[in-house]
C-alpha cells in the first residue's frame, strides 16, 4: 500500500482542531503526512525536533492521530510515521525516518 511512486490512497480525517478534510483536498501541494499517537513518547519527540527544522514553505504538514481506521488503509504499523507525497499526491517517501525527510525537503 502506498509505495514509492503510487498516488496515495484518500482518506477521510480531521485535523488538529477537528475540522474535517481529505487527502484529495491536497493534491495541489506537496504533502508531510505525519501520523501519530497523541500517547506516544517518541511521538512527542520526533514531533519536537521536526519543529525545530527548516521545512520549506511550500510543503503543507498534515499532523493525524492515526486511529485504527486511518492505520488499517495506511497499513501503519509504529508511531510516528512520515509520508512525504509530491504534487499529485505521488507518494516520494513511505514510512521514512525523521532525519531522511529532512534531508529529502531541503534538496529540492
Partial sequence: KNLPGDIAINFNF???NGKSHQLSDYR???VILYFYDPDCENCHKVSAWL????IPADIQVIRIV???RISAIYGL???PT????????????KDCTPELL???VQQK
Fill in 66 to 68: 492515526a486511529d485504527n
Fill in 14 to 16: 480531521k485535523d488538529e
Fill in 102 to 104: 529532512i534531508e529529502t
Fill in 28 to 30: 495541489d501541494q506537496k
Fill in 82 to 93: 512520515i509520508y512525504l507525497l509530491d504534487k499529485g499526491n505521488k507518494v516520494i517517501l
Fill in 77 to 79: 504499523k509504529a508511531m
Fill in 51 to 54: 519543529k525545530k527544522q527548516e
